[in-house]
C-alpha cells in the first residue's frame, strides 16, 4: 500500500506558474512510474505528465513544454512544475502510483487558473 498526498494547488493568474507536489508513504525507488491526472468539471480524468523509475517522463500534448514533472527518492515526493498557466488548466490534480501490488491515488488538489 502507499498513501500519497498532494500539495501545492491553489489560484493562480494566466500566464502564471505553480507547483505541484505529491509525497508517498514509502520509498518511491520501488515504485514503477508515478504520474500526474487531472480532471476538470464535466470531463474525464486526463493524464498530464508520467515519470517512469528509469527517469523517463511522458508529457500529455496540453503540457508539453509548459511543465516539468520530477522526483526526489531522498524525499520520496515527486513535483509538477507548471507554466504559462490557461484557464483550460483548471481541474482538480491527482497524484497516481504504480507498482507491483497495485495503482494509487492521492485525494487531489484544486488549481484554478483566472483569466
Known amino acids: 500500500q502507499v498513501q500519497l498526498v498532494e500539495s501545492g494547488g491553489g489560484l493562480v493568474q494566466t500566464g502564471g506558474s505553480l507547483g505541484l507536489s505529491c509525497a508517498a508513504s514509502?520509498?518511491?525507488?520501488?515504485?514503477?512510474?508515478m504520474a500526474w491526472y487531472r480532471q476538470a468539471p464535466g470531463k474525464q480524468r486526463e493524464m498530464v505528465a508520467l515519470i517512469f523509475g528509469s527517469g523517463n517522463t511522458v508529457y500529455a500534448d496540453s503540457v508539453k513544454g509548459r511543465s516539468t514533472i520530477s522526483r526526489d527518492t531522498a524525499k520520496n515526493t515527486m513535483y509538477l512544475q507548471m507554466n504559462s498557466l490557461k484557464p483550460e488548466d483548471t481541474a482538480v490534480y491527482y497524484c497516481?502510483?504504480?507498482?507491483?501490488?497495485?495503482?494509487?491515488w492521492g485525494q487531489g488538489t484544486q488549481v484554478t487558473v483566472s483569466s
Open positions: 514509502k520509498t518511491i525507488e520501488s515504485i514503477n512510474s
Open positions: 497516481n502510483a504504480q507498482d507491483r501490488e497495485g495503482i494509487y
